[in-house]
């Protein structure tokens, strides 16, 4: 499952990816000021691993939270906690990436510094609390950062990425299905007209794919390459993701053939063949779902109607929502 996304690199190549990131972290403010574009372009051709957890604390902005804020991981992590979300998050700790050598062993270091993080998380929003979905991102973050940065980069997910997305009675998320299922109709007419025609809510099938950002649902190479875009360009990749796998499994009437129902329709959607979730396949859809939609007319019809007009062009007109 965890194998190494730079097993078909050159040596020399990832060498001189290595150079090109470490002088771009070393200038990191004039890069993002006048070069932003290049940045993109580096995030779409994936961040060497051996740098990937400083580029997405500084991408994200979780290294400027952090200076903002020193000292506040350390009072968080001191305090014991509210007990009702002890309980949820520790019953929830071995159910993140178990076969990864991190979080493998009940009470060991990866799963210790899980139970931190999180805990540290509701103590900083009580408000909000603790969500299931929140553990496996954590947990992404912690394979690359250690328990202080991973807080921050947590921190930034829930509050700048995916704002609102965590909290009770999930309005943020079901808002965002509608527009994935608006966009849907421009993307693949096809899989739209299935999915309305067997009366399937978005929130059926999107959830989990937006509230744990693809980490459990695609092979893990690819969940790093969409993250390496995601912390650049922001939940627009989400949604293109979304779209994507949607349009692969849905977009023909060959493959509806064997889907006509609900049931049988979410069991495809369970089950997306590996060669849509291939690393170098998603990575270039994405990137052509990007051009089709910012090159296509789009009714906002349903989108005025829900206020959500100015989400929708920061989503897609080319307007990146991270920096």
Known sequence: MYRDENADIPPDVLRQREAKWLDMLNSWDKWMAKKHKKVKLRCQKGIPPSL????????????????????????????????????????DLHRQFPFHEMFVARGGHGQQDLFRVLKAYTLHRPEEGYCQAQAPIAAVLLMHMPAEDAFWGLVQICEKYLPGYYSAGLEAIQLDGEILFALLKRVSPVAHRHLKKYKIDPILYMTEWFMCAFSRTLPWVSVLRVWDMFFCEGVKIIFRVGLVLLKCMLGSQEKLKACQGQYETMELLRSIEPQYMQEAFLVQEVSSTHTLMCCTPFSTQNIFKHGLIMKHIHIYFLKDTTH
């Open 52 to 91: 990937r957890g400083r580029a997405w604390l500084y991408l994200s902005g979780g290294k400027v939270k952090k200076e903002q804020n020193q000292g506040k991981f350390q009072e968080l992590d001191s305090q014991p906690g509210d007990p009702k979300w002890l309980d949820v998050i520790e019953k």
